[in-house]
């Protein structure tokens, strides 16, 4: 499992060291790559899925009906993916273009929150982000109440 903020420094070539847990979880999977995509949720952050659950997550994707909003998402989401190595080190390297949208120069935050996947925030949009979430709480604890959780 992915879980945890870890604030990390990132170098002027986009490198960044991958926390000591989410690599001994990588280790688990067998996975030498990461795919970064988009967040589909419309906030600022990437997504990062070892190479297996990326393309576990694919066919699921796949195997759903094609409408055409899961055309979009499949467009938006896997198109616009890019697969990056992780070294010997445990260093990834954010590639440019999303270094750019999510103005990414040097400092990112990790964010482990789930099983599958951890999240690549630029750390003041990820306080504000969870600034506000602190003024719902009772929005956050309704709606975990009504899944059952």
Request: proline share 4%.
């Amino acid at each position: 499992m992915f879980a945890g903020r870890f604030d990390h420094a990132l170098d002027e070539k986009g490198r960044t060291m991958m926390p000591k847990r989410f690599r001994d979880r990588l280790s688990v999977t067998e996975d030498r790559t990461v795919w970064m995509a988009r967040s589909l949720d419309g906030t600022k952050h990437l997504e990062v899925r070892p190479a297996s659950s990326f393309k576990a997550y694919f066919e699921k994707v796949s195997s759903v009906a094609q409408t055409p909003i899961v055309k979009h998402v499949k467009r938006f989401y896997f198109g616009a993916a890019m697969e990056v190595d992780v070294d010997g080190a445990g260093r990834l390297l954010i590639p440019a273009s999303l270094r750019k949208e999510l103005d990414l120069t040097d400092r990112i935050t990790f964010v482990g929150a789930d099983e599958h996947y951890f999240e690549i925030w630029h750390p003041d949009v990820l306080d504000q982000t969870f600034a506000e979430l602190e003024q719902q709480p009772g929005d956050l604890l309704k709606h975990l109440s009504e899944l059952g959780l």
